[in-house]
């Protein structure tokens, strides 16, 4: 199953990516969204690459069938490869981060994409595409649609955070 959605940022592309390549703030961010047990590690490489290294421990609000299956929390591993890091103060600069997401033991995968974009004079556009698939008979379906959902409403509440962040950034 496949999702994907729009956040527009109103900064510049530098400081929005900056954000995702900051371990201390992904940690914070991810702790004050309600996640634990947050390890963030960030890993510059070669050729304007960077590896975003993440594993968590996420709240899971499923319906009771599915909760037999996911528990009330999640541990995931997170990898986000970045590349295109260090053009993100040129004009026709992209810069994209291929995720993978490996929910610990269970029986889903998801990956994903995020491209950033300059968006007008300080704007920045970000184009997220996430798909999920479950390897249970009969239960797939709805697996993918719960974490879908759960996927698409926490990616909006880490951009409402960033952009929170960032407005902050800019007043002081």
Request: charged letters at 25%; aromatic letters at 6%.
């Amino acid at each position: 199953m496949k999702q994907s959605l729009q956040h527009r940022f109103c900064h510049p592309l530098g400081d929005v990516v900056s954000l995702f390549l900051d371990a201390d703030f992904l940690c914070q961010m991810m702790a004050d969204l309600g996640n634990r047990d947050i390890e963030v590690t960030v890993e510059p490489q070669d050729d304007d690459r960077a590896l975003v290294d993440m594993r968590y421990t996420v709240p899971a609000n499923p319906p009771p069938l599915i909760r037999m299956i996911t528990g009330e929390w999640v541990d995931v591993h997170q990898r986000n490869q970045w590349s295109g890091v260090e053009s993100a103060g040129e004009d026709d600069a992209l810069v994209t981060a291929k995720m993978t997401l490996d929910p610990i033991g269970k029986p889903a995968r998801g990956s994903g994409r995020l491209r950033f974009r300059h968006d007008g004079e300080a704007g920045t556009l970000c184009e997220a595409a996430v798909e999920v698939t479950c390897s249970v008979p009969l239960a797939a379906s709805l697996v993918e649609a719960m974490i879908i959902e759960d996927s698409a409403d926490l990616l909006n509440r880490e951009f409402a955070y960033i952009d929170a962040a960032l407005a902050e950034m800019a007043e002081g």
